[in-house]
């Protein structure tokens, strides 16, 4: 999944994240502060869907929102 850049710099995060995760090979990854999981989370577990990978976030309207569309599981 491509993911336009943002002002938040989404899309270099990514790349970041997914060069550490296939140099790296994690059997699973916490995504701290995931917000609704659509930026990083996601795009994460479509590029490795070996991988488990959990997203956690204190914001309860961005909870809400991936709970109700089934974006992500929270702890």
């Not at 270099?12 to 699973?28: C, D, G, M, N, W």
């Amino acid at each position: 999944m491509e993911i336009a850049e943002s002002s938040y710099g989404n899309q270099k995060r990514l790349q970041f994240i997914s060069r550490y995760v296939h140099e790296k090979k994690p059997a699973t990854i916490l995504d701290f502060g995931c917000g609704t999981g659509l930026d990083i989370t996601i795009p994460l577990a479509e590029q490795f869907p070996c991988i488990q990978i959990t997203g956690i976030d204190s914001d309860g309207i961005s909870i809400d929102f991936a709970q109700k569309n089934r974006l992500l599981y929270f702890l």
